[in-house]
């Protein structure tokens, strides 16, 4: 938190590894929820 260039720099660095991780979570669980329905 010592300069807005870092705020800015270091979560979009962060955020993307992360997002992909829970995309990645979400669609397994969706499809394990097919596969059980199904």
Known sequence: M????RID?????S?????SLLR???LGARTSAR???A
Do not use: Q, W
């Open 9 to 13: 720099e270091v979560p979009s660095v």
């Open 2 to 5: 010592i300069s807005v260039g």
């Open 15 to 19: 955020i993307e590894p992360v997002e």
């Open 35 to 37: 596969a059980e329905v």
């Open 24 to 26: 990645s979570a979400f």
